[in-house]
């Protein structure tokens, strides 16, 4: 397995998202690896909340995540593709910062 530096810029559903100016360290295999040792590589994506990129000789690379890391990607573009509910998550956060939140007990939700 060998390491991978993201560019600055990603391509994320046919819009290019900056990447922090940090360089990100990712761990990557190639395909015949992959096949190999599927079951310890998807082992590892799970346990390690770490994304793996499959490099493809022919093709393009591709990226194996887990399912909990994809649907909080999914959650998160959710929450911030509405103006509204950034401002309303702003404004919470705002206040948690003041201190003007309460603390409730999960048993009360």
Request: some cysteine; charged content about 25%; aromatic content about 8%.
């Amino acid at each position: 397995m060998r390491s991978f530096f993201q560019k600055t810029i990603c391509k994320y559903r046919n819009k290019y998202v900056p990447l922090p100016k940090k360089q990100i360290k990712m761990k990557t295999v190639n395909y015949t690896d992959l096949r190999n040792n599927l079951n310890i590589h998807l082992d590892n994506v799970v346990n390690d909340c770490e994304p793996l990129i499959v490099y493809r000789s022919v093709g393009t690379s591709v990226v194996v995540m887990s399912l909990d890391e994809y649907n909080a990607i999914e959650e998160t573009e959710y929450l911030t593709s509405s103006p509204a509910m950034m401002k309303r998550l702003r404004s919470a956060e705002n206040n948690m910062n003041e201190g003007k939140g309460r603390k409730i007990n999960i048993a009360d939700l």
